[in-house]
């Protein structure tokens, strides 16, 4: 329902209380109704916090609403010191004639559970720790203790059975709850507020939790365990003793424990110390992992020790501690040890790098004996493919549908699925594994494990640059197939998603594959303090984790754009495909095993961007983010990287292209470049030129020209090597384009061609032309992302005033001017705000050449040597020998 904002204003006055995220988006959503505002620690249009204008309403934040199970009275009374631990928020609906009292009419949204079974701060923990079903949450009317007063509204969700803390407030309670608030706002404007008296009987008030009363009860039952784990924060979080030592279990258990009620499975176990280790290795540690030789293999290892000896000449005795480096070996005698190992045991197959993995000798003898039994083989990778894998496009193609963690196809841990939709048809091409949190926090471990554990993070650049090379040769082996894939999945035209969406990624690996041992520090010149010399160097180094969330309209492309630079740099990573367009994803995991890749270096979650793509943003473990998508998305994730730990984020987001062409230009190339500028890819493509000005004496025939070679387009099956145009990439998508169309009719702008549904089975839209387009209209200003041309006159030689129009939008991805004057090319070029400015030529990219936008488009470049994900120390060092020999 419609409500003016003049109604909220002759009614209410507001104010909010309270520093939390979730008071801020209140705030946002209410401030849009042009509410009048008394705002109590709430952002201000630049995101400060501000403060009341009335010293009665600078209530602030409060430590607590109760004491010793007592309500505490005129708790607005109380100094600010006092209030600023509190978390949550409180709005306060201030009739005017109430500014010389206290407030009146009060509300509060208490997120934890439905009331009245649960109250306090720590509800939502209880909830999960009584394995309550259902959860909720109150707006109430605040009394003097702020939560026993009359019920305004409820929500209620299922609770699920792995549900935590965190996924049980960012799924529901913190969405809907301000969905609530706001509602409540109106419903007290209306004045159709009611007031529900809150029962007593059955209510409880249990404390929060801390270190002293979080341990674990051992001898409860594995699913009071799973709920007594699964409802604490990570602060404090549930413990327990192991062989003395305090170790924290990690939150989310898997609910085997709940059908199995005689065990309980714990993934990861941290320490007091902080480290954290999966639970699978604790047994495994120390000397127990140790391998107990048999008289033949002690044999061969003192004769490997005597190889030792002949190499490290200068050590008196090679004991079972002697560091092989530390004893002054070179990269040479390494190559020197490996082939006398081999000399003496052909069998086995040892590397240069398993002398870096093995330093000391006992390790070393241990790594040996190990590969001389055959126990370090590695598993056989299986793929289970879709169970259709007939001829298509005539070649046999197979598609992984599983999610790809710690090097393994598995099946999404709680066993959901969801169809994949070939937009040509309709048809489903197969069912996908749909990532839940947990999968999320497995891969994470995965690839944390893989980076300070595993060889990725101990190899040498180049060796490292090899294996790309190599995932580079096997996606140029398979891209026949990858296009097949592309084509079926996101409506690609083969021969385009050959050329760009899989020609462009393979040359995407090779570049950074060239970059790994690349990357170097450099030496800054300080003052020097006398008599010692002093020197500053910085190196750049790996970042860790990364997390990679990629859009559906190049799917495999914007994979290769965002992984390729992190695996150069040595990072590994965990990536989300858009959930519509997953399976090149899911194949190129595939020729990444078959590459060499180690396992945990890259890990593959198909699924939501709403629990996958919100846990990579709010997960400790992760050190960067890169996201391609929407730009309300993109500040959401940049929203929870900034909550969560502060990591990096890189964010290309959405555009409004604008291209200027002048009578000038050359007519036939601008109707070629401009047609393509809008209309590759079918129009599903981030820099596509979102609205074109034309200058008037050229305009009727440009746009003429468009028309007729539009006609000319054949739109059909993307696998048809004669199709100009395919399907939109889904049915919703296609939706919103149709939708767009209506809109800008609505508006008056002038509809020349195109603006339907073509009549066939799929999701194929006309090409589309809109002239008459005016500055203020909706499709002047809004991203249609697909196959509509906008087009605006200007006036003959109005080069400032084009200029003006053309920046005057919220975007600045990329822009174009078509023109044979170099003077005037150079001009428009300086002038227009984007992050890329084509001239006289449109969607002209290369690997070697940064991309990445100004303004609401984000921020951060993707390719050229810029976009390697390293981060880049400082060390000043001093030294009273340095500089004199």
Known sequence: MFVPTAYFQNKLKLAIIGQSLFGQEVYSNLRNRAIRWWVCHGPDKDGKQTHSVSSLMTVGAIPRWRLKGKPIARWWRRTDRERRAQRHALLLPVHPHERDRPPGPRLHHL???????HRGASAINWTLIHGDKRAGFSVFWADDGLDTGPILLQRECPVEPNDTVDTLYNRFLFPEGIKAMVESVQLIADGKAPRIPQPEEGATYEGIQNKSNAKVDMSLSAESIHNWIRGHDKVPGAWALLDGQVTERERSVSSSCVSVPAQLLVKNLQFEDGKMIPASKYFSSGESSSVELTDDERKTAEEIRSIWKGILSNVPAVEDTTDFFKSGAASMDVVRLVEEVKQKCPSVQLQSEDVYMATTFQDFIQMFVRKLRGEDQEEEFIVDYVSVTSEVNNMSVKMPHQCFINGKFEDAENGKTYNTINPTDGSVICKVAYCSVGDVDRAVAAAKEAYEDGPWGRMNPRDRGSLLYKVADLMEEHQEELATIEALDSGAVYTLALKTHVGMSIQTFRYFAGWCDKIQGKTIPINQARPNRNLTFTRKEPLGVCAIVIPWNYPLMMLAWKSAACLAAGNTLVLKPAQVTPLTALKFAELSVKAGIPKGVINILPGSGGMVGQRLSDHPDIRKLGFTGSTPIGKQIMKSCALSNLKKVSLELGGKSPLIIFHDCDMDKAVRMGMSSVFFNKGENCIAAGRLFVEESIHDEYISRVVEEIKKMKIGDPLDRSTDHGPQNHKAHLDKLLEYCE??????????????????????????????????????????????????????GDVDGVLHRANDTEYGLASGVFTRDINKAMYVSERLEAGTVFVNTYNKTDVASPFGGFKQSGFGKDLGQYQLFYREPTVPLESPIYGHV
């Open 743 to 796: 809109v800008g009719l609505k508006e008056g702008a002038t509809l020349v061609c195109g603006g339907r549904q073509v009549d066939r089975p799929g999701f194929f839209m006309e090409p589309t032309v809109f002239t008459d387009v005016e500055d203020h209209m909706f499709i002047a200003k809004e991203e249609s992302f697909g196959p509509v041309m906008v087009v605006s006159k200007f006036k003959e």
């Open 111 to 117: 997120p934890p559970s439905l009331l009245p079974l």
